[in-house]
Every structure is written in structure tokens, then in C-alpha cells.
């Protein structure tokens, strides 16, 4: 069901200026970098000695219009070939909010790629040629933002312009899409008219397509919420290092707030039933008064407590530590990984030993939607997406993978070489007798 805005309640106010992280993805030829460039272009994010660059090339080309995806293509194989091949990040700004945006590929080989910009994203904006509709690489992309548990997918019906601003065109799209969507279970959608090209509904309101009443593409972006809403993860503060001078006798832990909000004289945990209490939090700017997700602050505790590079301090909601995990993992590298393999694993600030124990099933994001569930392969092969079971030689405090808190999501590591070799996303905790 397509979704329909809202004005924030007086409850997400902590969260108006918050970074929102989107992702865009589109199959090759959808005009998505002269949508990025759009974007940037509008929002008044180009230096001015880009914008003369990037014109004067249009003209030198005799282009009847400025090329803006010439602003977001910049590695030299993409602009030679005309494609984008990495992620890219971009980075703008609104009165409103401020966006980080990951780029990705259109290829069927960079998979990979499209992966690693939708795991990290709240929004993904998926783009469509008008003439063109929904296509093989569209489904791909929504398969991966289902099973990434993306919130908010945004339709950019691109190119509308060469079809004649057709709003019959756009309906059935928007019906085909909608329908899609609904049986990857994405329900939060809006579908939304656009022209790159001439900069219709992307960030201004176009005015060849008066049929269209919702908001421009950037209107929702300013308006789904950017982070977690209140009460919505409990508390999670990997710890990165141990900050001790002897001289004051200091004792605080550094890291990062991946999920929740913390306040002096809240009880925290910590593992094996062991609870204490937040007095301080210190950041470059001196004391704070709360910690949100994305805050790299010191803590400071009420107990002497030996905690190193790794230790979770957590809500009350404190995941157990296991041994033994299910997740679905995405092949990275042109070496495959094989059950037994030993390999390093990366969750959070922790490294520990670990190995594939077990591929479960294989997942066919090109296979009809009740059809993406395959035989489990042998390996993990590069841009290969499996389910499997993971097992780790210490104990760690999993979650599992949640788009609302960058909780739950892990690296294997060739341990001679140091190449990451994929990455995943925890399904499920069970077995092992690695419970606390």
C-alpha cells in the first residue's frame, strides 16, 4: 500500500536535523546519475566551479541541456563507459536535514555493490524508466531492500518527460509496483512521477505533471524519520577502547551509540547478570546529557569494571552472548567461502575466530518472488547471497540485523591475506552452549 506523509510529531523533534542515509538503485540507463546530480544540483550542494565545469562540458558535447550526471560520475572507467561500477557516497544538505547518499551500481555483476549501499540505508529510492517499467533489475533491487529490512522505498518514475508526462503511463506502474512491493512485504511506498532531466518532482514541484498531487521526491526524504523512533531499540555501545588516567583517577569507555539513547543515571548491562550506572557521558564539547545513535561519546561508569575492545554496554534488552548464529551473507571477493573454512569474523569492535559451519539455502534474487529460496550451493561465491549457520571460538552478544540500528551486521575475513571476503546479516541466535 503506498504511503502517505505525515508532519513529524512533537516526538521526533531530537531527530529534524539527524543525517537520513538513503540509497538509490536502478537498472543501467534509468538516468540515475542525472537524478543524483539533480538532487545535488537543487538542494545547492555544487560548488560553483563544478557546476561551470560540468556546463561547459555539456556545451562542448552541444547538449541542449546541462548534463548533471556528469557531477556524480567520477571514476574514470564510469565516465569512459557511461555506467557507474562502485558506490559512491554523496553528501547534501536541506534546511531541514542533512543525507548521506550511497550511489550504487546498475550491473548485474556489482550485486555486491547495490548490497552494501541498501545494508547501510533507512530509505531506498529505486529508479524506473517510464518507458521501460518495472524490469528484471527493479525486482532484484526490491527483493534485496526486503531482505535487508529497509523501511521506506521510494518509486522514481523516471524519464516520465518521453512519454508525454502520460499519467496512464504512471498508474500502471505505480499498480505493478505497489503490488510487488506488497508481496515482498515493503509497506512503506511512494511512487512518484519524475524528470531528471528537467528536475520534475525531484526537489522543486513540476509543473508538466499537475495530475500528480504527492510530494517530490525530496519532500519525502525531508519527512520519513532519519533514525530510530523513541523506545524503538534498547540501548547498544560497542566499546572500542579503554581512556584510564591515573593521575585523576579517570576511567571512561569510548565508542559509538549503534542503537538507543543513553543518560547519566540510567542502568546499564553488561553481561554474566552484571549491571551498573552511566555517571557521565563525555564528548569534545564537554559533558552531555544524552547519547543518541550515531554519537561517539566516553562513558563513564559508577563501577570499577574491567571491560576491553569489544565488551558490549547495553539496555536491559542485552542480547546473550552465543557461539552459534544463522545469517544471510553476501559474497564479496573472487575467493569463495567454503563450510570449515577458517576465516576471522568481524561483529561490531569484536574480531574473533569463527567458521561457515553449514550452508542452509541459497537466495535467487532473480527467481520469481515466491520462487527466491533455493538449494543450498556448495560455497559462497562473489555476489552470491546464501543463508548459513556461523560459529565463533568466543562468545559474542548478537543481534539480530535490524535497518533501524546499525546492529546485527558482521564480516568474514580471509585470515592470511586480511580481504574481506562477505559480509552478513544475523538472522537468528540458537545452540552452542555459548550462552552466558
Same mark, same amino acid.
Given at each position: 500500500?503506498?504511503?502517505?506523509?505525515?508532519?513529524?510529531a512533537?516526538?521526533?523533534?531530537?531527530h529534524?536535523?539527524?543525517?537520513?542515509?538513503?540509497?538509490?538503485?536502478?537498472?543501467v540507463?534509468?538516468?540515475?546519475?542525472?537524478?543524483?546530480?539533480?538532487? &545535488?544540483?537543487? +538542494?545547492?550542494?555544487?560548488?560553483?566551479?563544478? @557546476? %561551470? $565545469?560540468?556546463?561547459a562540458?555539456?556545451r562542448?558535447?552541444?547538449?541542449?541541456?546541462?548534463?548533471?550526471?556528469l557531477?556524480?560520475?567520477?571514476?574514470?572507467?564510469?565516465?569512459?563507459?557511461?555506467i557507474?561500477?562502485?558506490v559512491?557516497y554523496?553528501y547534501?544538505?536541506?534546511?531541514?536535514?542533512?543525507f548521506?547518499?550511497?550511489?550504487? *551500481?546498475?550491473?548485474?555483476?556489482?550485486?555486491?555493490?547495490?548490497?552494501t549501499?541498501?545494508?547501510?540505508?533507512?530509505?531506498?529510492?529505486?529508479?524506473?524508466?517510464?518507458?521501460?517499467?518495472?524490469?528484471?533489475?527493479?525486482?532484484?533491487?526490491?527483493?534485496?531492500?526486503a531482505?535487508?529490512?529497509?523501511?521506506?522505498?521510494?518509486l522514481?518514475?523516471?524519464?516520465?518527460d518521453?512519454?508525454?508526462?502520460?499519467?496512464?503511463?504512471?498508474?500502471a506502474?505505480? %499498480?505493478?509496483?505497489?503490488? &510487488?512491493?506488497?508481496?515482498?512485504?515493503?509497506?512503506?511506498?511512494?511512487?512518484?512521477p519524475?524528470?531528471?532531466?528537467?528536475? /520534475?518532482?525531484?526537489?522543486?514541484?513540476?509543473?508538466?505533471?499537475?495530475?500528480?498531487?504527492?510530494?517530490?521526491?525530496?519532500?519525502? &526524504?525531508? +519527512?520519513v524519520?532519519?533514525?530510530?523512533?523513541v523506545g524503538?531499540?534498547g540501548?547498544?555501545f560497542?566499546?572500542?577502547t #579503554?581512556?584510564r588516567?591515573?593521575?585523576? /583517577?579517570?576511567?571512561?569507555?569510548?565508542?559509538?551509540?549503534?542503537a538507543?539513547r543513553i543518560?547519566?543515571?540510567?542502568?546499564?548491562?553488561l553481561?554474566?547478570?552484571?549491571t551498573?550506572?552511566?555517571?557521565?557521558?563525555?564528548? *569534545?564539547?564537554?559533558?552531555?546529557e544524552?547519547?543518541?545513535?550515531?554519537?561517539?561519546? #566516553?562513558?563513564?561508569l559508577?563501577?570499577?569494571?574491567?571491560?576491553?575492545?569489544?565488551?558490549?554496554?547495553?539496555?536491559?534488552?542485552?542480547? /546473550?552472548?552465543?557461539r552459534?548464529?544463522?545469517?544471510?551473507?553476501?559474497?564479496l571477493?573472487?575467493?569463495?567461502?567454503?563450510?570449515?573454512? @577458517?576465516?576471522? @569474523?568481524?561483529?561490531?569492535?569484536?574480531l574473533?575466530r569463527?567458521?561457515? +559451519?553449514?550452508i542452509?539455502?541459497?537466495?535467487?534474487?532473480? $527467481? *520469481?518472488?515466491?520462487?527466491?529460496?533455493?538449494?543450498?550451493?556448495?560455497?559462497?561465491?562473489?555476489?552470491d547471497?546464501?543463508?548459513?549457520e556461523?560459529?565463533?571460538?568466543?562468545?559474542?552478544?548478537?543481534?539480530?540485523?535490524?535497518?533501524r540500528? $546499525?546492529?546485527?551486521?558482521?564480516?568474514?575475513?580471509? *585470515?592470511?591475506?586480511?580481504?574481506?571476503?562477505?559480509?552478513?546479516?544475523?538472522?537468528?541466535?540458537?545452540?552452542?552452549?555459548?550462552?552466558?
Open positions: 500500500m503506498t504511503s502517505t506523509l505525515t508532519a513529524p512533537p516526538t521526533e523533534a531530537l529534524d536535523r539527524q543525517t537520513l542515509r538513503l540509497c538509490t538503485a536502478g537498472s540507463d534509468d538516468g540515475k546519475s542525472t537524478f543524483v546530480g539533480r538532487l &545535488l544540483h537543487d +538542494t545547492k550542494s555544487v560548488l560553483a566551479d563544478q @557546476l %561551470a $565545469a560540468v556546463e562540458t555539456s562542448a558535447k552541444g547538449l541542449e541541456h546541462v548534463d548533471l550526471s557531477l556524480v560520475d567520477g571514476l574514470r572507467a564510469e565516465r569512459e563507459q557511461g557507474t561500477i562502485d559512491a554523496r547534501f544538505a536541506t534546511a531541514k536535514r542533512t548521506i547518499l550511497a550511489d550504487t *551500481p546498475g550491473h548485474v555483476q556489482y550485486t555486491r555493490n547495490t548490497v549501499g541498501v545494508s547501510t540505508s533507512r530509505v531506498v529510492v529505486l529508479l524506473v524508466d517510464a518507458r521501460n517499467g518495472i524490469v528484471t533489475q527493479t525486482r532484484r533491487h526490491l527483493t534485496a531492500t531482505l535487508l529490512g529497509v523501511d521506506t522505498v521510494v522514481a518514475v523516471n524519464k516520465i518521453l512519454v508525454g508526462f502520460d499519467e496512464s503511463v504512471h498508474r506502474i505505480e %499498480a505493478e509496483f505497489t503490488a &510487488l512491493a506488497d508481496r515482498l512485504g515493503v509497506t512503506s511506498t511512494f511512487v512518484v519524475t524528470s531528471a532531466l528537467l528536475g /520534475d518532482n525531484v526537489v522543486e514541484r513540476g509543473t508538466n505533471t499537475d495530475w500528480y498531487t504527492g510530494p517530490t521526491v525530496l519532500e519525502i &526524504l525531508e +519527512t524519520p532519519a533514525g530510530p523512533e524503538e531499540l540501548f547498544r560497542p566499546v572500542q #579503554v581512556i588516567d591515573h593521575a585523576t /583517577d579517570y576511567r571512561g569507555y569510548a565508542g559509538r551509540v549503534t538507543g543518560r547519566p543515571g540510567d542502568t546499564v548491562h553481561g554474566t547478570g552484571r551498573t550506572t552511566v555517571t557521565g557521558i563525555d564528548t *569534545p564539547d564537554g559533558e552531555a544524552i547519547a543518541l545513535p550515531g554519537d561517539s561519546v #566516553v562513558l563513564r559508577a563501577d570499577d569494571i574491567d571491560l576491553t575492545r569489544g565488551d558490549l554496554i547495553a539496555g536491559a534488552d542485552r542480547p /546473550d552472548d552465543v552459534e548464529f544463522t545469517a544471510t551473507l553476501v559474497g571477493a573472487e575467493k569463495a567461502v567454503r563450510p570449515g573454512q @577458517l576465516l576471522k @569474523l568481524r561483529y561490531g569492535t569484536s574473533v569463527g567458521r561457515v +559451519t553449514r542452509t539455502a541459497g537466495i535467487d534474487i532473480d $527467481a *520469481p518472488v515466491d520462487d527466491v529460496v533455493r538449494d543450498a550451493p556448495d560455497e559462497l561465491a562473489l555476489n547471497i546464501v543463508r548459513a556461523i560459529q565463533v571460538a568466543e562468545a559474542l552478544p548478537v543481534d539480530g540485523f535490524t535497518a540500528g $546499525a546492529v546485527g551486521s558482521l564480516l568474514l575475513i580471509d *585470515p592470511a591475506s586480511g580481504d574481506t571476503l562477505a559480509a552478513g546479516l544475523v538472522d537468528g541466535t540458537g545452540g552452542g552452549g555459548g550462552r552466558d
